[in-house]
């Protein structure tokens, strides 16, 4: 007998059109693979989405692929992760266990005492007894544990799987802490003695056995749901479910099933001490010398560079030109990049509104223009009004190319770039906009 073990799928994390495909492709070979291999069942332990409504075009995916899965005899048993739950909505966890395409296998009850019962769900092919435990989001689910009545869960005869969806101290990494803020448990807040772990929320491919409690394993994710799980997957780390075999006296053998994402194309920059002209100059060698046809390219800059601004490093430029060649996606991160020249300094301020006018106040001084309109206190002010043209949201029901448009003719209105002839400062009325542009001290 056997299973598969998934975690962390994170379906709808993408933005982008073609690792939104890859996203979905992973997802479906998984599943076929599983189909395949003829898994009696499969355990899904949070995450499967990347949120609790995902657009539809995520739900048909997910369904469909669900529904080969159904078709094919194999039950589906999940529990919700931080993601895709939700604690005043209906996720779409519940539509699929409406279908009967999934199962969510949590049955927790509150007893007279405080205590609280965790019930199992019977897979009726192969007698194996589920329970299992959702993760709340912000670790609220720690506090089931607390109550949990573990006695009655490590009473129960046959072949056990616990499921859980959250980090245990004991096999915490370094990196691990720096994704997720999120407190973890200790191991001894799971029943003790159930023959398998089946663990989601940590990222990273997990096996570990400790006394009385064997095969502890998280899958990791199936592709990426953090920015950082793509810098992972260019550093080697390899992506799959968990397989499990079984039998009457336990598990038999427990190991991961490589699906295969993307090729991946890395670039470290350091600036440090450099100009920005160098810094330019050297990304350039290095694309140049890459081949970056149906890769994705993760390009990282960081340090702080002795002259220039950041701002001179053409980052669109380089993007399009990856994009040219063929690249799948590019994922530019300059956050670590600075200049001695030209540093941002983050000002103070109780309201959002206050800090980005401070920031703008406090700093327009280093922009050397011809342009009078976009210096000084005029330029502050500019700078202000873009803001908030800019941080519009979309409109109900706007199609994203109709909602760029509007903003993008605001902005040319607004820079005088849509007037005939000279886009000089024409008769508006300055006065009426000089809202809240002084430095305001904070309270
Ligand atoms: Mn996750």
Do not use: R, V, Y
């Given at each position: 007998m056997r299973f598969a073990h998934f975690s962390d799928i994170h379906l709808g994390f993408q933005k982008s059109r073609p690792l939104q495909s890859v996203e979905q492709d992973v997802f479906e070979r998984a599943l076929d693979d599983c189909i395949r291999r003829s898994v009696d069942f499969i355990l899904v332990c949070g995450?499967?989405?990347?949120?609790n409504i995902p657009e539809m075009r995520v739900q048909k995916l997910a369904f469909a692929a669900l529904r080969r899965v159904h078709e094919a005899g194999i039950p589906v048993y999940a529990i919700y992760g931080s993601h895709d739950f939700s604690p005043s909505a209906t996720s779409v966890i519940d539509l699929l266990a409406e279908t009967g395409y999934i199962t969510n296998v949590q049955r927790l009850a509150n007893n007279d005492d405080g205590t609280m019962s965790l019930g199992f769900v019977t897979d009726e092919k192969t007698g194996a007894k589920l329970a299992g435990i959702s993760g709340?989001?912000?670790?609220?689910?720690i506090t089931y544990y607390e109550k949990l009545d573990r006695d009655a869960l490590e009473a129960e005869p046959g072949f056990r799987i616990f499921m859980f969806h959250g980090a245990i101290s004991e096999m915490r990494t370094a990196g691990d802490a720096a994704q997720t803020v999120d407190a973890a448990m200790p191991l001894s807040y799971l029943p003790r003695n159930f023959d398998y772990y089946a663990g989601g929320h940590m990222h990273q491919y997990q096996l570990n056995t400790f006394e009385n409690y064997p095969h502890v394993v998280y899958p990791g994710t199936l592709f990426a749901g953090f920015h950082s799980d793509l810098a992972e997957n260019a550093g080697g780390a390899k992506r799959g479910y968990v397989l499990v075999e079984f039998d009457s006296t336990g598990v038999t053998d427990v190991r991961q099933v490589e699906v295969k994402n993307c090729e991946y194309d890395m670039i470290r920059i350091?600036?440090?001490?450099?100009?920005s002209h160098a810094v330019n100059e050297e990304i350039h060698e290095k694309l140049a010398g890459m081949e970056p046809d149906g890769k994705v390219v993760l390009l990282n800059v960081s340090g702080k560079m002795s002259e220039g601004k950041t701002t001179d490093i053409d980052f669109a430029a380089i993007s399009d030109g990856l994009h040219k060649k063929g690249t799948v996606e590019v994922k530019i991160s300059r956050r670590q990049l600075s200049s001695a020249e030209y540093e941002i300094t983050e000002s103070q301020g109780d309201t959002a509104e206050e800090i980005a006018v401070n920031t703008f106040v406090e700093n327009i001084g280093q922009v050397e223009s011809g342009?009078?309109?976009?210096?000084?206190t005029r330029g502050a002010k500019l700078a202000k009004r873009l803001l908030d043209i800019l941080s519009k949201p979309a409109l109900e029901n706007e199609p994203l190319n109709a909602y760029q448009k509007r903003i993008a003719d605001e902005v040319a209105a607004e820079l005088g770039l849509d007037e005939e002839g000279e886009g000089e400062e024409d008769a508006r009325d300055e006065s009426a906009r000089d809202e809240q542009i002084e430095r305001r001290p904070p309270a």
């Open positions: 995450d499967t989405f990347h949120a709340l989001g912000a670790s609220k689910d350091n600036a440090t001490h450099k100009t342009f009078p309109q976009i210096t000084g």
